[in-house]
């Protein structure tokens, strides 16, 4: 981990771009990992599971590449997202093609898992686990996590309801190794908020989904640079599971984004077929409106770091 570990200190800006489910994919990661970010993508997003191999190869063998052409500025490691829920059955199969290709980052999300860590860390990887409370936390790392994502409220898809204050506070309290803060984290100020609460990473997503590498459909793109928070509605009616969807999609799909019934009550009230969540139903966070247009992921990274490096300027003033 000793190579992971310094490979974080060449990062030009303290940011981890989280995994979009459907959206993420080799070029989003890739261009991530050139500007000097962590760039990350869902193994599930490979389909059908045979694409990973593909996919992992096109990304190493990039990052290689381009690493041996800039020995003074080498990309930053990248990450891959594993959903270690006992009901995806791909885990396994994904976990050994992750191993085959030296992932250096893992993601967990859904459930800390001990013999998934303990595959990773045999293989020199880190372990970086998504929580929503202080509870889940400590749970990560009892199983042998070596870092958190502490998604508060107003983080994209299935986002929490914690104030990042809050948080990040009680983690703090008892756990002093990487943390990662995720939750309407838009700009290069923001970023730096994340470091003065506590987190040494800033979580961004929906930012780059308003990206030509991004595959995410036009409107979609679009929609990010239009709406602002008074269009994301939190809501568990589309997976069971409350999460962040921008309202546009959701009246595309016929519905009423201000009178979305409860999951427990759909189940019980809805006939139809629901839209699917993620492809009919988009996710977001609420850090949209800082989003003004779609650019490519060299150009929004650079904006952030100007952002950024303009904050931590005023502050020293």
Same mark, same amino acid.
């Given at each position: 981990?000793?190579?992971?570990?310094?490979?974080?200190?060449?990062?030009?800006?303290?940011?981890?771009?989280?995994?979009? +489910?459907?959206?993420?994919?080799?070029?989003?990661?890739?261009?991530?990992?050139?500007?000097?970010?962590?760039?990350? &993508?869902? !193994?599930?997003?490979?389909?059908?599971?045979?694409?990973?191999? $593909?996919?992992?190869?096109?990304?190493?063998?990039?990052?290689?590449?381009?690493? !041996?052409?800039?020995?003074?500025?080498?990309?930053?490691? +990248?990450?891959?997202?594993?959903?270690?829920? %006992?009901?995806?059955?791909?885990?396994?199969?994904?976990?050994?093609?992750?191993?085959?290709?030296?992932?250096?980052?893992?993601?967990?999300?859904?459930?800390?898992?001990?013999?998934?860590?303990?595959?990773?860390?045999?293989?020199?990887?880190?372990?970086?686990? $998504?929580?929503?409370?202080?509870?889940?936390?400590? %749970?990560?790392?009892? =199983?042998?996590?070596?870092?958190?994502?502490?998604?508060?409220?107003?983080?994209?898809?299935?986002?929490?309801? =914690?104030?990042?204050?809050?948080?990040?506070?009680?983690?703090?309290?008892?756990?002093?190794?990487?943390?990662?803060?995720?939750?309407?984290?838009?700009?290069?100020?923001?970023?730096?908020?994340?470091?003065?609460?506590?987190?040494?990473?800033?979580? &961004?997503?929906?930012?780059?989904?308003?990206?030509?590498?991004?595959?995410?459909? %036009?409107?979609?793109?679009?929609?990010?640079? $239009?709406?602002?928070?008074?269009?994301?509605?939190?809501?568990? +009616?589309?997976?069971?599971?409350?999460?962040?969807?921008?309202?546009?999609?959701?009246?595309?799909?016929?519905?009423?984004?201000?009178?979305?019934?409860?999951?427990? !009550?759909?189940?019980?009230? +809805?006939?139809?077929?629901?839209?699917?969540?993620?492809?009919?139903?988009?996710?977001?966070?609420?850090?949209?409106?800082?989003? =003004? %247009?779609?650019?490519?992921?060299?150009?929004?990274?650079?904006?952030?770091?100007?952002?950024?490096?303009?904050?931590?300027?005023?502050?020293?003033?």
């Amino acid at each position: 981990m000793t190579k992971i570990t310094d490979a974080f200190k060449r990062l030009t800006l303290p940011v981890i771009g989280s995994p979009l +489910f459907t959206i993420s994919n080799p070029q989003l990661l890739i261009e991530q990992c050139k500007a000097g970010i962590v760039g990350s &993508m869902p !193994a599930l997003n490979a389909r059908p599971a045979s694409q990973l191999i $593909d996919w992992l190869a096109e990304i190493t063998e990039t990052l290689a590449s381009y690493n !041996a052409a800039h020995p003074q500025a080498p990309a930053a490691p +990248f990450a891959i997202n594993q959903i270690v829920h %006992k009901s995806n059955e791909r885990l396994m199969q994904d976990m050994e093609i992750c191993l085959r290709f030296k992932v250096p980052i893992y993601i967990t999300s859904l459930g800390a898992r001990q013999e998934i860590n303990d595959m990773a860390h045999a293989d020199g990887a880190m372990v970086f686990h $998504d929580i929503i409370n202080n509870q889940f936390a400590r %749970k990560a790392i009892e =199983k042998g996590a070596d870092g958190l994502i502490a998604v508060a409220a107003g983080a994209g898809g299935h986002a929490g309801t =914690k104030s990042p204050f809050a948080l990040i506070q009680e983690i703090r309290e008892w756990f002093d190794g990487p943390l990662v803060l995720s939750g309407s984290i838009s700009t290069g100020q923001a970023i730096l908020a994340a470091q003065a609460m506590g987190a040494d990473f800033a979580y &961004m997503g929906s930012v780059f989904i308003a990206t030509h590498e991004a595959r995410a459909e %036009k409107d979609y793109k679009q929609a990010i640079v $239009d709406c602002n928070s008074d269009d994301v509605i939190y809501s568990n +009616f589309f997976t069971g599971v409350h999460g962040n969807y921008l309202a546009p999609s959701i009246v595309r799909a016929g519905f009423d984004p201000n009178d979305l019934p409860s999951s427990e !009550a759909s189940q019980m009230n +809805f006939a139809g077929d629901k839209p699917k969540a993620w492809k009919e139903i988009w996710g977001s966070g609420q850090g949209i409106g800082a989003v =003004k %247009k779609i650019q490519g992921t060299a150009q929004l990274v650079a904006q952030l770091k100007l952002e950024y490096d303009r904050a931590k300027a005023l502050l020293c003033v």
